[in-house]
């Protein structure tokens, strides 16, 4: 089991950063691939980049690329997204998850932390 719990949201203007954290606990990251998404009200629960904790391999999706980061501290179970340039668009709950496999799809990773939400005001 591994339990992950996400932080660092908040009120934002728009083109301000956040940076959200993911502390897991349960299992080291190190045999995950742990994904970032978010879920916005009426819409479904989007993927926006994961990294593979062993060989610290980041992927993002093009919505994302340029803006985002995604990075991990193994050593205190710990993943983080840098969000910069944040438009009002990019208001919603964020989520992490973890998952063994990488896959893009969210009905396919196996934990969840509870979302913590973003706003960006315009």
């Known amino acids: 089991q591994v339990q992950l719990v996400e932080s660092g949201g908040g009120l934002v203007p728009a083109g301000g950063s956040l940076r959200l954290s993911c502390a897991a606990s349960?299992?080291?990251?190190?045999?995950?691939?742990m994904g970032w998404f978010r879920q916005a009200p009426g819409k479904e629960r989007e993927f926006l980049g994961a990294i593979n904790c062993s060989v610290r391999r980041p992927y993002y999706t093009d919505s994302v690329k340029g803006r985002f980061t995604i990075s991990v501290d193994i050593a205190n179970n710990t993943v983080y997204l840098q969000m910069n340039t944040l438009e009002p668009e990019d208001t919603a709950v964020y989520y992490c998850?973890?998952?063994?496999?990488?896959?893009?799809?969210?009905?396919?990773?196996?934990?969840w932390g509870q979302g913590t939400q973003v706003t960006v005001s315009s």
């Open positions: 998850g973890a998952d063994p496999k990488f896959t893009v799809l969210p009905k396919y990773w196996t934990y």
């Open positions: 349960g299992r080291s990251l190190s045999n995950y691939v």
